[in-house]
């Protein structure tokens, strides 16, 4: 399993879900929901929800895509049960205390890809 706002889709976020599928046979990815973005953020994303959503379906690279939950960040995780969490370099909303509070689950931080491009917030 794997969370984000990927707004804007890009080779970084490719990388990212190619690298968390070989730590399982199924992936789902999490799309962050607009006003969690804005809350996080302070502004809204570029594209949607359900346009950012609709993008990454289109890859075809995961076997589930969702989108987050408006009250409970952990909501899914606690619903998918899945056996390992994906985390991105620089990802840090909602991660503290992640394998505290889902102790049966393995936390993997994944490496980054070309970060000084393929960053969401240099792209825009």
């Known amino acids: 399993m794997v969370f984000g706002t990927f707004d804007v889709l890009h ?7 190619k690298q968390a599928k070989k ?3 199924y992936l789902i990815i999490v799309v962050a929901r607009d006003k ?11 594209l949607d929800e359900k346009q950012r959503l609709a993008v990454i379906r289109k890859q075809g690279i995961a076997d589930k895509v969702i989108l987050g939950h408006l ?3 952990y909501f ?8 390992v969490i994906c985390l991105g370099y ?7 205390g992640l394998s505290r ?3 049966k689950i393995k936390i993997i ?5 070309k970060p000084e491009i393929y960053k969401s917030s240099k792209l825009k």
């Open 71 to 73: 009250k409970d960040p």
């Open 109 to 113: 931080r994944l490496k980054s890809y």
């Open 101 to 103: 509070k889902f102790s």
């Open 36 to 46: 969690t973005v804005k809350k996080i953020k302070g502004k809204l994303p570029t």
């Open 23 to 25: 730590f399982g046979d």
């Open 90 to 96: 620089d990802q840090i909303s909602f991660t503290a």
């Open 11 to 17: 080779p970084g976020h490719l990388d990212f879900f």
């Open 76 to 83: 899914f995780v606690k619903k998918e049960k899945p056996d």
